[in-house]
């Protein structure tokens, strides 16, 4: 395992621990169907937290549950027809509106979020990304392993 899957799995562990305790806190709030709110919070971080320890812990499966993990974080989105964001762990979203003057926007995160809406009325269309799902989905990529076994014929162990 690398320095990268080790920072990434320790950043989706915590960022399913805190996502899941806030999910499961705002469970006695809501009845009905608003009971899949929290729910897919739990879903979601749980997974977080799933794909975070079997990266840690160099599971086959942990760096591609780590990749999905980190590509949902990715997208930053607010429209007069719904929004999207999701941080776990660690975020800073940078944001650009697309129907004003394109003033840079940032946001620094600790911690978890989900944000989904529909019909909402923002003042303008804003498109972004989160920054640190990009950097540690960049690391998944760079730090995967070199594969190791036969490199050359003479390595065989017979004659050339």
């Known amino acids: 395992m690398t320095r990268v899957q080790e920072v990434v799995g320790f950043l989706e562990i915590i960022a399913g621990v805190w996502g899941t305790v806030l999910g499961i806190l705002i469970v006695p709030k809501v009845s009905g169907l608003l009971f899949l709110v929290p729910l897919t919070i739990i879903l979601l971080f749980t997974f977080f937290g799933i794909a975070g320890l079997l990266l840690y812990r160099g599971h086959r499966l942990g760096r591609p549950l780590s990749i999905v993990a980190q590509v949902i974080q990715v997208p930053v989105f607010f429209t007069s027809w719904g929004g999207y964001y999701c941080l776990g762990g660690a975020g800073l ?13 940032w946001y620094v995160h600790l911690g978890s979020q989900l944000h989904v809406s529909w019909a909402a009325e923002p003042e303008a269309t804003t498109i972004g990304i989160n920054v640190v799902a990009v950097v540690l989905l960049i690391g998944l990529f760079l730090s995967r392993k070199p594969a190791t076994g036969v490199t050359s014929p003479a390595s065989l162990g017979g004659a050339a």
């Open 93 to 105: 979203r940078l944001t650009i509106p697309l129907d004003s003057n394109g003033y840079l926007g």
